[in-house]
């Protein structure tokens, strides 16, 4: 997060941290907690993702549940940050790992126009 508030630091500069006020701003999980936050989101989290620890996806997917933000959260056992690049639609991975948010997205967008199918 620091490079994306920060860019990158001058030859011989060390990243440095952001600064926590700017940060909470623009953080999702704070602005959910805060209650200004409102979005329908569904989560497809692996549990190896490297980058983002799967416990702050739980604690995300907590937060919006209990703001009564519509979500869901589909934890992947085994996988990785950025797992379902290589999955064909209508593959098993696909329909285990990926179908179940665009289903989510195609409810949310019936939902908003009015229509059902």
Do not use: C
Not at 33 to 52: C, M, S, W
Not at 71 to 94: C, K, M, N, T, Y
């Amino acid at each position: 997060m620091s490079l994306l508030f920060n860019g990158l630091p001058e030859d011989g500069e060390v990243l440095r941290y952001p600064d926590a006020k700017r940060a909470d701003a623009f953080s999702p999980l704070s602005q959910v907690r805060k209650g200004n936050y409102h979005t329908p989101t569904y989560l497809v989290f692996g549990d190896q993702d490297e980058i983002a620890p799967f416990s702050k996806g739980l604690e995300f997917a907590r937060a919006l549940e209990q703001q009564g933000v519509r979500s869901g959260f589909l934890p992947v056992q085994g996988a990785r940050h950025i797992f379902d690049l290589g999955l064909v639609p209508g593959s098993e991975g696909w329909n285990v790992g990926v179908g179940p948010g665009y289903e989510f997205l195609l409810e949310e967008l019936e939902s908003a126009s009015g229509s059902r199918s």
